[in-house]
């Protein structure tokens, strides 16, 4: 029994498979990129569940810090007047005369004043509890 296969058949046969081969390799590459979309998918709801819930709690620790920002800036600005306010007392104490004593001492108890006024800013009156051992 012979057979005969002519060049052309031959040819078509191998496109064929060659078809077939490429066929299955891009129904492979559309079955992984169609898990890789279900794991992208569930990062972009992850996201989404995130977000939101920055979103609840982001302007909350935005008021907290101006808050923060407000009480900072009323603390410098009284500082800052205490400061002027020592500032001229010294300035008085030294350019004062020697005949107006009265006024020094009201000078030195307002700069005590305003002294003991910059402490209270730091510390709020709370006692330290003693430190275990």
């Known amino acids: ?17 060659v078809g077939l081969a490429v066929l299955v390799a891009f129904f492979v590459v559309l079955l992984r990129l169609l898990g890789l979309l279900k794991r992208a998918n569930g990062l972009v709801k992850d996201t989404s569940v995130v977000m939101a819930s920055a979103s609840r709690s982001v302007p909350p620790i935005l008021k907290d810090a ?9 603390g410098v600005e009284a500082i800052g007047g205490a400061a002027s306010s020592l ?3 010294v300035s008085s104490i030294f350019g004062a005369d020697d005949s107006s004593t009265g006024g020094t001492v009201e000078t030195i108890f307002g ?6 006024a910059i402490i209270g800013l730091f510390t709020d009156g709370k006692k330290k509890r003693p430190r275990k051992r």
């Open 66 to 74: 101006e808050v923060i920002c407000s009480s900072a800036r009323s």
């Open 1 to 17: 029994m012979l057979i005969t296969i002519d060049l052309m058949q031959l040819l078509t046969a191998l496109l064929i498979l």
């Open 111 to 116: 700069i005590i004043d305003r002294v003991l």
């Open 87 to 89: 500032g001229e007392g």
